[in-house]
């Protein structure tokens, strides 16, 4: 199991995510992604758009924020619920990629 969290560290969202890590004892490796979404290539080729957090756990990649800690809670509470969570969450995947437009070269996480 290999769990990555593509963050910046300023981001609310970003910071609530891994909070919820830290609680849950996780281990994962964090990755920190420059401010600009234009320069945010590793969170393209991984989820196919450009916004942080985005949470990637073997080959489940979640781009939600409520969808990440729904997750985390589901796979990861101290009952165990196990794998199956992560069949719930496979409509995460986008299908179609973002289009990056003016404002891309301004720091932003989601909320912005």
Same mark, same amino acid.
């Given at each position: &199991?290999?769990?990555?969290?593509? #963050?910046? /560290?300023?981001?609310? /969202?970003?910071?609530?995510?891994?909070?919820?890590?830290? @609680?849950?004892?996780?281990?994962?490796?964090?990755?920190?992604?420059?401010?600009? *979404?234009? &320069? *945010?290539?590793?969170?393209?080729?991984?989820?196919?758009?450009?916004?942080?957090?985005?949470?990637?756990?073997? /080959?489940?990649?979640?781009?939600?924020? !409520?969808?990440?800690?729904?997750?985390? @809670?589901?796979?990861? *509470?101290?009952?165990? !619920?196990?794998?199956?969570?992560?069949?719930?969450?496979?409509?995460?995947?986008?299908?179609?990629? /973002?289009?990056?437009?003016? @404002? @891309?070269? #301004?720091?932003?996480? *989601?909320?912005?």
């Amino acid at each position: &199991m290999a769990v990555t969290l593509f #963050h910046v /560290d300023w981001c609310p /969202d970003c910071h609530v995510v891994r909070r919820k890590l830290a @609680d849950l004892g996780l281990t994962y490796e964090a990755v920190v992604v420059p401010d600009s *979404r234009r &320069m *945010r290539t590793q969170v393209y080729e991984v989820s196919g758009q450009y916004y942080v957090p985005v949470l990637k756990d073997d /080959d489940l990649v979640l781009t939600e924020t !409520a969808d990440i800690l729904a997750y985390l @809670d589901k796979r990861y *509470r101290a009952d165990r !619920a196990g794998a199956s969570a992560a069949t719930e969450f496979q409509s995460q995947v986008h299908a179609t990629p /973002d289009v990056l437009g003016e @404002d @891309d070269e #301004h720091p932003s996480c *989601r909320i912005n």
